[in-house]
């Protein structure tokens, strides 16, 4: 598998940047994780929008969704032109039910909500869905192909229950959206770099890449607040950032 960053900036993009987005790729399949503001221009550095098998949005966020909604053009002009004969599959939770109205799209679009602990298959590719500590209904996504296992945290709160997910994953995808200097006393819904590292240790990671970041932060101020935390290979997201596993 396959892990690249298309966007990793949150609430709001910097010049240039993308807020959260994924392109996880298998032997067989492309899937989407997330199509944040800027995500999709990021995605055709790698595949055409028609090309995806499949796409996961995590949270009906606007951060995390502001681009599905073109996507939902792209896919729908693909297939009058031919270029594609089936709706994309999109994996997405029924609420807030405002937002999950409008994820179907004429005939583009075949929307699957997602439920606590559902589990699919895309291709080879095993998914499943697992509950979080945020505002709205939140999951994240544990990735298996049978050699490998990835779980993308989504956005999630000091009360989220990790180790129920999974115990030693092959890379763990976290949110860092707080720094010391600019961390509420009482976080809600978000964890800081500090507490995803710990939170990284404590399921054994393999490894740690970490993004929903500030635009402001540097990669050095994130990665010097976590790295004392967390004993495995640390990433920090940057738009292109790669990792491939086994």
């Not at 990665?223 to 990792?243: M, Q």
Request: glycine fraction near 8%.
């Amino acid at each position: 598998m396959r892990w690249t960053v298309l966007g990793y900036q949150s609430p709001y993009p910097g010049a240039g940047g993308a807020t959260p987005g994924y392109l996880l790729e298998s032997e067989d399949r492309r899937i989407l994780i997330d199509c944040g503001s800027g995500v999709l221009s990021q995605l055709d550095r790698y595949c055409r929008p028609y090309e995806l098998d499949a796409v996961v949005l995590s949270h009906l966020h606007h951060d995390h969704i502001a681009d599905f909604f073109v996507l939902q053009y792209a896919v729908r002009l693909a297939r009058q032109m031919g270029h594609r004969t089936r709706p994309l599959t999109v994996y997405a939770p029924a609420a807030p039910e405002k937002w999950a109205r409008l994820l179907t799209y004429h005939d583009a679009i075949d929307w699957r909500p997602i439920e606590e602990h559902r589990e699919t298959f895309v291709g080879s590719l095993h998914l499943s869905f697992h509950p979080t500590d945020h505002p709205i209904p939140c999951y994240a996504v544990l990735t298996d192909n049978g050699r490998s296992r990835i779980l993308y945290g989504a956005d999630a709160g000091p009360r989220t229950d990790w180790r129920r997910m999974v115990r030693s994953p092959d890379l763990f995808v976290c949110e860092a959206t707080y720094l010391k200097r600019n961390a509420p006393s009482h976080p809600t819904g978000h964890l800081s770099a500090e507490q995803a590292a710990v939170a990284a240790e404590q399921i054994g990671a393999k490894r740690l890449l970490l993004t929903h970041l500030f635009p402001e932060y540097t990669s050095a101020e994130v990665e010097h607040e976590a790295r004392p935390h967390f004993s495995g290979t640390l990433y920090v997201a940057g738009i292109g950032l790669s990792i491939r596993l086994g």
